[in-house]
């Protein structure tokens, strides 16, 4: 069964590198999201990307986020300047199409542990 | 503004016996509902959803979901709970009038004992 992957499954950086989180979603998806679950707490939509842009982000995604489909397979998520409070696990997700009644399916996550 | 709620922080039930996982919802417009599972470290696997007709709807493992608009609800069952459906579950929104975003509840822990 085709699944989205992410690389890494666990990353630690020092407050203020840059961090760039990776995944492959499934190949014959248009829709590409990005979600996040501190620990403990819900899991937030961050950004969802189509046709090489963005077409949707929340308040959350400020403008230390950046996304980037740089070829035709990898989806990326860029924090340019890490927080303690970006620790998180990152979800990379894809979905067919955009409708509302399409599901979106998620990859195992990034854990990113900003010390 | 879209919510979902579940209730429950924790559900526990004896192997073989039935289980129910809460969810409500509040949304503006038609709801797109979907429920999700995470096993321990692990992505968050799609069970089901519901987008419009028959109210209840089946999905994997032997769970379905019965919607029921006059109580914004979307509860998840499973006539007999097994010891490898402990996990998390979370209940999410979509709409119509809203962006694409897929709304979560907090998350019910599930666990099964045998």
């Known amino acids: 069964e085709p699944e989205v992957t992410q690389t890494p499954s666990h990353q630690v950086t020092q407050m203020g590198q840059e961090v760039i989180l990776r995944c492959v979603p499934i190949?014959?998806?248009?829709?590409f999201y990005w979600y996040r679950q501190i620990l403990g707490q819900k899991v937030e939509f961050l950004v969802s990307?189509?046709?090489?842009?963005?077409?949707?982000k929340s308040e959350i995604f400020d403008d230390q986020f950046s996304v980037e489909r740089p070829d035709g397979s990898n989806f990326t998520l860029k924090i340019r300047s890490t927080k303690l409070e970006d620790s998180a696990m990152y979800f990379c997700a894809s979905s067919e199409l955009g409708a509302r009644g399409n599901t979106i399916y998620f990859g195992e996550g990034s854990w990113l542990t900003v010390v | 503004a879209q919510s979902v709620a579940q209730p429950e922080d924790q559900v526990n039930v004896a192997e073989g016996n039935p289980l129910t996982v809460k969810c409500t919802y509040s949304v503006s417009g038609n709801p797109y509902l979907f429920w999700y599972v995470q096993y321990p470290n692990r992505g968050l696997q799609f069970l089901l959803k519901y987008i419009t007709g028959d109210n209840l709807v089946k999905g994997s493992y032997g769970f379905e979901a019965e919607f029921n608009k006059s109580q914004t609800s979307f509860h998840l069952k499973k006539p007999s709970a097994l010891v490898s459906d402990s996990a998390l579950y979370f209940c999410?929104?979509?709409?119509?009038?809203?962006?694409?975003?897929?709304?979560f509840g907090k998350g019910t822990t599930l666990s099964v004992s045998s």
């Open positions: 999410a929104v979509r709409t119509n009038q809203a962006g694409t975003a897929l709304i």
């Open positions: 990307f189509y046709n090489n842009e963005i077409s949707e």
């Open positions: 190949s014959n998806h248009l829709y």
